[in-house]
């Protein structure tokens, strides 16, 4: 998952594969399925080795996904694209 990706980036404070003096570092990726009003969703969330880091937009041993359906749908509805859908949510 692109987000989730940014958010250990912006934790760590460095992009995937930049050198860092940071002694925390990416390690693998945790899958998760959540469910939501749609059916269930696969999604893979990067970890750090330290599990340090907190994931927002997914929680930790969060299974449920709840609210942001509405909002994809609502975009969607009024005429964003899926690409577009998709910038926002990385904004987010």
């Given amino acids: 998952d692109k987000n989730a990706e940014e958010e250990l980036t912006s934790y760590l404070g460095y992009e995937k594969n930049q050198t860092s003096d940071n002694t925390n570092s990416r390690n693998c990726y945790n899958k998760k399925k959540l469910n939501s009003k749609y059916g ?49 949510l990385d904004d987010l």
Avoid at 41 to 59: A, C, G
Avoid at 61 to 77: D, F, M, P, Q
């Fill in 40 to 88: 269930k969703v696969d999604i893979e969330i990067p970890r750090d080795r330290d599990s340090s880091v907190e994931p927002q937009l997914v929680k930790k041993r969060e299974t449920i996904l709840e609210g942001s359906e509405e909002l994809i749908v609502s975009l969607y509805a009024k005429g964003m694209s899926v690409r577009d859908i998709q910038l926002h």
